[in-house]
């Protein structure tokens, strides 16, 4: 009995090895002797896999208007064993433009595989199905990108491949957040040598949609009087930038020659970066107010410090600096002075008194020489010397803004921080839903920023900025003409600027313009190229904010001339005692009415816009039973 279970266990274990050998050497087969074979087999059955972003976010301006969408299109392949005869090419090319009939042909069977037809396709649904219908043919509803206004912040936005993966812009900055999360779709072949479309479990959404600072309407009118003063002047290029002060949000920026994200393969690669955001240049006389903020910062000077300006003419080493333009030969001139005329003499005076090292701790905590961190891929640092100490030349030259170079969101966040009053906020392109959340850093006293405001006041008011006045509002502002340095870092050319913002107004923002190499023979002045540019952006945004309600509650105004299309017939007051009819000229119908109001005047409305006429001339008397007829028509700014 024993001998019997003996050899029963040891025919199991036999049994056992040479079963354990047999899936040993068949294994052994499929994974080496076989392993090509079959791998062919396999291919031929499971023939393409792929990743499909059924939704990409959308990107909307701050006011929900569409910027980045999806729309529906098509991509069509083929399956070459699969079709039946020629009429099926012929059919494709009746149905999908662009599509010949003949090359298709020649294209599918040299590959002999799958084979693409057309990719992102705009068809209707009745068109699809009629192309499923071609036996060899087979196709995939697949969103496309579309920016519905075109050029309107092309670079800020950037464009999508082929794959609707983010390339540049926006659109490769946030890339993970607006693809969300895929579907994996395979196609396989089944018996009879179709195709099956099998998708992934997963839904493939969790996109996330982007709502942006950028107020489109601003950005449109920012875009064209950019345009319009770069084509004047035959610039290489130009830059325009708008922020909110207290926020960090940018409301607008652009450069132009831009580009159409619909189809950007039409542009050269140049014009689809941001430059305002990547190619940092020297900002010229913009700067000095950096140089003074340091002076007053340190107690080195006052606005009414007086210096020598040496007729334009100042020795420093073995160079002669001068002025920007050698007529001006400049004797004394207070602090408030060398900022009104942008006096290199007298602000290289000033840096000297202040010394590098000092003048170097202020720029520093205006973040020149770093990031802001705005959210837009390829920002640079600029160019800013890490030495502790410079020679008095270069300390000359920095003083005024050669020497150190600073991007277009650099300048415009440091002029932010002295038009809020001294902090320093960092620049967001993203919407702000909590302005209360917002991150602040003081950088310089607020007597300071007052004193470097009042000194901007002064040179739109009588200075080298006066074509950046606005009609009824105070503006403080600063021009720049900076000297262009080429690839071999010679000067040829100009960069004139024009940096500033309104004051005293309850939506406070900040706008810079620059105009990038003006064409020899044409003007290349801050003033004269990029101050219109200014005032146009800021006249505009004025009129949007309705900042000029206010106006009916006030007096008197500094800069009161009428806007542009009104004829000026008003006076600098607005009453003129009981009795007698106000001047309505230049208010909106909200003001007008709130003043007559005031005044017991009844009124009657015609038109949108601000008042350009009315009935009665202001200063006339009115009886008990007067009406008083007010002509209203949308303000220009040509």
Avoid at 54 to 68: F, Q, S, T
Avoid at 255 to 263: E, G, I, S, V
Avoid at 413 to 425: E, F, K, L, R, T
Wanted: glycine share 8%; charged share 25%.
């Amino acid at each position: 009995m024993k001998e019997i279970e003996k050899k029963r266990i040891q025919f199991i274990f036999i049994f056992f090895c040479l079963a354990f050998t047999a899936v040993i050497f068949k294994a052994l087969k499929v994974q080496v002797v076989d392993k090509e074979h079959l791998l062919s087999k396999a291919s031929k059955q499971f023939f393409r896999e792929r990743k499909v972003y059924p939704r990409r976010g959308h990107i909307y301006d701050r006011n929900g208007n569409p910027l980045a969408i999806n729309v529906r299109t098509y991509s069509i392949f083929a399956i070459p064993k699969n079709i039946k005869s020629d009429e099926a090419y012929t059919k494709i090319a009746k149905i999908i433009p662009d599509v010949n009939a003949k090359e298709l042909k020649k294209n599918v069977e040299e590959r002999g595989k799958f084979t693409w037809i057309a990719r992102k396709v705009s068809l209707t649904s009745e068109q699809f199905d009629e192309l499923k219908d071609i036996p060899g043919v087979y196709g995939e509803e697949i969103p496309k990108r579309f920016y519905p206004n075109h050029e309107l912040a092309a670079q800020v936005l950037g464009f999508v491949g082929v794959d609707n993966d983010g390339l540049s812009g926006l659109e490769h900055q946030f890339d993970k957040e607006l693809q969300g999360e895929p579907q994996i779709i395979k196609y396989v072949i089944d018996n009879k040598g179709r195709p099956v479309r099998f998708v992934s479990q997963n839904t493939g959404d969790r996109a996330k949609d982007l709502y942006l600072s950028i107020d489109k309407d601003l950005q449109a009118v920012a875009e064209k009087h950019l345009k319009e003063a770069v084509e004047e002047v035959e610039a290489f290029r130009g830059g325009v930038g708008v922020m909110n002060v207290e926020t960090g949000e940018i409301l607008a920026m652009a450069n132009y020659p831009a580009f159409d994200p619909n189809d950007p393969t039409t542009s050269e690669s140049i014009h689809r970066k941001l430059p305002f955001v990547s190619d940092p240049f020297e900002p010229g006389s913009t700067f000095k107010l950096l140089t003074v903020a340091s002076a007053l910062e340190h107690k080195i000077v006052r606005p009414n410090t007086n210096y020598y300006c040496e007729q334009g003419r100042l020795k420093v080493e073995d160079h002669i600096i001068t002025e920007a333009e050698s007529r001006k030969k400049f004797e004394w001139l207070s602090v408030s002075e060398i900022v009104q005329h942008s006096s290199n003499v007298g602000t290289t005076k000033i840096a000297f008194d202040l010394t590098f090292p000092k003048l170097k701790e202020t720029v520093v905590k205006f973040n020149i020489g770093e990031k802001t961190g705005v959210e837009v891929p390829g920002e640079s640092r600029g160019i800013f010397t890490d030495d502790k100490n410079v020679s008095p030349l270069s300390l000359s030259n920095i003083s005024f803004g050669q020497g150190v170079a600073t991007t277009g969101i650099q300048m415009m966040a440091a002029y932010a921080a002295i038009a809020n009053g001294g902090n320093y906020v960092t620049p967001t392109i993203l919407k702000v839903d909590d302005p209360n959340k917002v991150v602040k850093k003081r950088i310089i006293s607020e007597k300071t920023a007052e004193e470097l405001t009042q000194m901007m006041v002064e040179t739109v008011e009588k200075g080298t900025a006066t074509q950046g006045r606005v009609p009824y509002f105070t503006i403080a502002a600063k021009t720049s003409t900076a000297q262009r340095s080429d690839a071999s870092g010679m000067y040829k050319g100009y960069i004139p600027g024009f940096l500033g913002y309104p004051v005293g107004v309850e939506n406070k923002f900040v706008v810079y313009v620059y105009i990038d190499n003006p064409a020899p023979g044409k003007s290349y002045y801050g003033n004269t190229v990029a101050g219109p540019v200014f005032k146009k952006v800021t006249e505009f945004l004025l009129y949007k904010n309705k900042e000029f309600e206010k106006l009916a509650e006030n007096n008197e105004y500094k800069n009161a001339d009428a806007f542009d299309s009104v004829k000026v017939t008003q006076s600098s007051k607005r009453t003129f005692g009981n009795g007698r009819i106000p001047n309505f000229i230049g208010l909106d119908k909200k003001s007008a009415q709130n003043l007559a109001d005031k005044l017991g005047i009844d009124l009657v409305h015609s038109g949108i816009g601000v008042v350009t006429n009315q009935s009665i001339e202001a200063g006339g008397t009115v009886s008990k039973n007067d009406v008083v007829k007010l002509k209203y028509t949308p303000p220009t700014y040509e």
